[in-house]
């Protein structure tokens, strides 16, 4: 029998002619491209986290509609959804395309003259490309070259278009980039430059007037607008009210994103071997769900083809369980939380595992500091996610482990730059989360954290400290070694555990797993106030031990561990 031969993995590649005739695996959207040009508005936004498939789809679309490639329709389109299934309007527009990536924002100067640069370039790309479809394109293009107009340029395409009847599909991908890099800046210096350029009279604000008058006037017959933020929808109010935003649209849930069956189909095509899998990848990288009413949980593209990248490479899972890249793209979050407020709900957040708010499709950036709309931007940076309905409001919700990550690093950092005096050196955590792992002994490691860390904390990380901000703390210190793969609110029966530390998948040898129970006595608290925390603690721990998921593990270890003040902790290890 001949064997299989398997595609290539799609890591990093969005561009879909490039993905179909170099054999790539492509995962079938194509229906929602039906589902788009049924919309009775054709004038249309989505928003979606970075790295979620929404440059692979703006391509998609491009080539789809685009006439010069019609002749090619066949090869790209033939084996998807939509090529059984064309639509009226395949391949009958030129396409005007602009990615508002990578723009200088270094002074309103300098943006100003690149934004500005950057539409005049697409413009006169536009007419090279379309040169044979357009009378005057040449002419067109010369007096660009001699007038460098700017946006302004936008009118010659459409008064080409009106004179030689040509219907025009804009597409813009990345709308919001240079907003989010100078919003996530975090001062009122940035945020003053990102109001000046979308406001009355700025740069920005009269491109989408422009693009705004001629999809009235049906000049520009269809737009499709990409982003990872719904900020500059509110900021540029009338500069550009005419779309639907089909972001938090249930039907489109799953347009961009893996499925669990998508999933399964991507690792069949590239030859995954299921067998090197060895955690729970829907748990690591799956969960999200854009609407209550959303058919399907999705997984993070980007996250899920770099664990299978691994796969293929190294037949073994990757050391770390999220990809540095995909990690950089958070980053900003950091800058965000330096408000107090922020801060506060991050914490509540991870303290609590869930805040119930409402989701609105845009806000502006004067309101990023109210929780509402903090929260609201985590969930649009993929940091948060639907978990159901309530009431008249949303349960949001970490996605999966690998965000968990994130939010546990970042909450690290924080109380490392208000607790300055707080080190840990990496020789030390290391030798004591090999004394817990391989010698079954948990005081060294306790030791460690309560001398160099909690003892340190300044006064507002010491107003949090209860058990739930212990866990936090404990886990981001975990998360940094890579011995274990540390799980909070571990789900047993009846119960959760507070920490479960489960070996890494890439290190078999670890000799003990553990299940921990944390309290917490306030300073000064006497043995008899231990002694009832142990007795609760001991009940937990017992319960998780008896659960369908941790009995009969022999090389389960389980404490409890009361922490009393800042330094002070008693350690009660239970035997099974």
Same mark, same amino acid.
């Given at each position: 029998?001949?064997?299989?031969? +398997?595609?290539?993995?799609?890591?990093?590649?969005?561009?879909?002619?490039?993905?179909?005739?170099?054999?790539?695996?492509?995962?079938?959207?194509?229906?929602?491209?039906?589902?788009?040009?049924?919309?009775?508005?054709?004038?249309?936004?989505?928003?979606?986290?970075?790295?979620?498939?929404? =440059?692979?789809?703006?391509?998609?679309?491009?080539?789809?509609?685009?006439?010069?490639?019609?002749?090619?329709?066949?090869?790209?389109?033939?084996?998807?959804?939509?090529?059984?299934?064309?639509?009226?309007?395949?391949?009958?527009?030129?396409?005007?395309?602009?990615?508002?990536?990578?723009?200088?924002?270094?002074?309103?100067?300098?943006?100003?003259?690149?934004?500005?640069?950057?539409?005049?370039?697409?413009?006169?790309?536009?007419?090279?490309?379309?040169?044979?479809?357009?009378?005057?394109?040449?002419?067109?293009?010369?007096?660009?070259?001699?007038?460098?107009?700017?946006?302004?340029?936008?009118?010659?395409?459409?008064?080409?278009?009106?004179?030689?009847?040509?219907?025009?599909?804009?597409?813009?991908?990345?709308?919001?980039?240079?907003?989010?890099?100078?919003?996530?800046?975090?001062?009122?210096?940035?945020?003053?430059? +990102?109001?000046?350029?979308?406001?009355?009279?700025?740069?920005?604000?009269?491109?989408?007037?422009?693009?705004?008058?001629?999809?009235?006037?049906? /000049?520009?017959?269809?737009?499709?607008?990409?982003?990872?933020?719904?900020?500059?929808?509110?900021?540029?109010?009338?500069?550009?009210?005419?779309?639907?935003?089909?972001?938090?649209?249930?039907?489109?849930?799953?347009?961009?994103?893996?499925?669990?069956?998508?999933?399964?189909?991507?690792?069949?095509?590239?030859?995954?071997?299921?067998?090197?899998?060895?955690?729970?990848?829907?748990?690591?990288?799956?969960?999200?769900?854009?609407?209550?009413?959303?058919?399907?949980?999705?997984?993070?593209?980007?996250?899920?083809?770099?664990?299978?990248?691994?796969?293929?490479?190294?037949?073994?899972?990757?050391?770390?369980?999220?990809?540095?890249?995909?990690?950089?793209?958070?980053?900003?979050?950091?800058?965000?939380?330096?408000?107090?407020?922020?801060?506060?709900?991050?914490?509540? $957040? $991870?303290?609590?595992?869930?805040?119930?708010?409402? #989701?609105?499709?845009?806000?502006?950036?004067?309101?990023?500091?109210?929780?509402?709309?903090?929260?609201?931007?985590?969930?649009?940076?993929?940091? $948060?996610?639907?978990?159901?309905?309530?009431?008249?409001? /949303?349960?949001?919700?970490?996605?999966?482990?690998?965000?968990?990550?994130?939010?546990?690093?970042?909450?690290?950092?924080?109380?490392?730059?208000?607790?300055? =005096?707080?080190?840990?050196?990496?020789?030390?955590?290391?030798?004591?989360?090999?004394?817990?792992? #391989?010698?079954?002994?948990?005081?060294?490691?306790?030791?460690?954290?309560?001398?160099?860390?909690?003892?340190?904390?300044?006064?507002?990380?010491?107003?949090?400290?209860?058990?739930?901000?212990?866990?936090?703390?404990?886990?981001?210190?975990?998360?940094?070694?890579?011995?274990?793969?540390?799980?909070?609110?571990?789900?047993?029966?009846?119960?959760?555990?507070?920490?479960? /530390?489960?070996?890494?998948?890439?290190?078999?040898?670890?000799?003990?797993?553990?299940?921990?129970?944390?309290?917490?006595? &306030?300073?000064?608290?006497?043995?008899?106030?231990?002694?009832?925390?142990?007795?609760?603690?001991?009940?937990?721990?017992?319960?998780?031990?008896?659960?369908?998921?941790?009995?009969?593990?022999?090389?389960?270890?389980?404490?409890?561990?009361?922490?009393?003040?800042?330094? &002070?902790?008693?350690?009660?290890?239970?035997?099974?």
């Amino acid at each position: 029998m001949k064997a299989k031969q +398997y595609k290539r993995l799609p890591c990093g590649n969005a561009d879909f002619k490039n993905m179909i005739t170099q054999n790539y695996a492509c995962v079938d959207k194509t229906r929602y491209i039906e589902m788009l040009e049924n919309e009775s508005n054709k004038n249309q936004i989505f928003i979606r986290p970075r790295k979620f498939g929404k =440059s692979l789809f703006f391509t998609t679309l491009m080539y789809y509609y685009d006439l010069n490639e019609a002749e090619n329709f066949e090869q790209l389109f033939g084996g998807f959804y939509i090529g059984k299934h064309p639509t009226p309007e395949r391949n009958s527009y030129a396409i005007l395309k602009f990615d508002f990536s990578g723009l200088d924002t270094s002074g309103e100067k300098e943006f100003k003259a690149d934004f500005s640069s950057r539409v005049q370039e697409s413009v006169r790309n536009f007419f090279r490309i379309y040169r044979h479809v357009f009378s005057e394109a040449d002419r067109y293009v010369d007096r660009i070259d001699e007038e460098k107009p700017g946006v302004s340029s936008l009118e010659k395409i459409f008064a080409a278009a009106e004179q030689d009847k040509v219907k025009l599909f804009l597409l813009i991908d990345e709308y919001d980039h240079f907003a989010n890099d100078l919003i996530s800046m975090g001062n009122r210096q940035e945020r003053d430059f +990102y109001k000046k350029l979308t406001a009355a009279n700025g740069p920005v604000r009269d491109f989408y007037e422009r693009i705004k008058m001629a999809a009235k006037t049906s /000049l520009v017959n269809r737009t499709f607008i990409t982003g990872t933020s719904p900020v500059m929808l509110a900021d540029l109010t009338g500069g550009y009210n005419i779309a639907d935003i089909l972001t938090l649209e249930p039907r489109y849930n799953e347009m961009m994103g893996f499925t669990r069956e998508e999933v399964e189909w991507l690792m069949r095509e590239t030859g995954v071997d299921e067998s090197c899998i060895n955690v729970d990848i829907e748990t690591c990288y799956g969960g999200y769900l854009f609407h209550a009413d959303g058919q399907h949980r999705v997984y993070n593209p980007a996250m899920i083809t770099y664990f299978f990248e691994q796969i293929l490479r190294y037949r073994k899972p990757p050391e770390k369980i999220i990809d540095l890249n995909l990690e950089t793209n958070y980053g900003h979050l950091r800058r965000l939380v330096l408000n107090e407020g922020n801060r506060e709900t991050l914490i509540r $957040l $991870l303290k609590e595992g869930e805040i119930v708010e409402e #989701m609105p499709e845009k806000f502006s950036v004067d309101r990023l500091n109210g929780e509402r709309y903090f929260v609201s931007l985590l969930f649009y940076m993929g940091l $948060l996610t639907v978990k159901e309905r309530c009431l008249f409001r /949303l349960k949001i919700v970490i996605p999966n482990y690998a965000v968990k990550t994130l939010f546990w690093e970042y909450i690290m950092l924080l109380v490392e730059e208000t607790s300055p =005096s707080l080190h840990i050196e990496s020789r030390l955590l290391n030798e004591a989360i090999y004394a817990l792992a #391989m010698d079954g002994n948990p005081e060294p490691f306790i030791a460690c954290i309560s001398k160099n860390a909690f003892s340190k904390l300044s006064d507002y990380d010491w107003r949090h400290f209860d058990e739930k901000y212990i866990q936090i703390l404990l886990l981001s210190y975990f998360s940094r070694n890579k011995v274990y793969l540390p799980v909070n609110e571990y789900e047993t029966v009846p119960d959760c555990a507070d920490i479960y /530390l489960q070996r890494s998948p890439l290190l078999p040898q670890i000799k003990y797993e553990w299940i921990w129970a944390l309290k917490y006595c &306030q300073g000064g608290a006497g043995d008899a106030d231990i002694a009832i925390q142990q007795k609760k603690g001991r009940a937990q721990v017992e319960q998780y031990i008896a659960s369908h998921r941790l009995g009969g593990c022999p090389d389960l270890k389980a404490a409890v561990i009361v922490f009393t003040g800042r330094s &002070q902790y008693r350690i009660l290890q239970i035997e099974h």
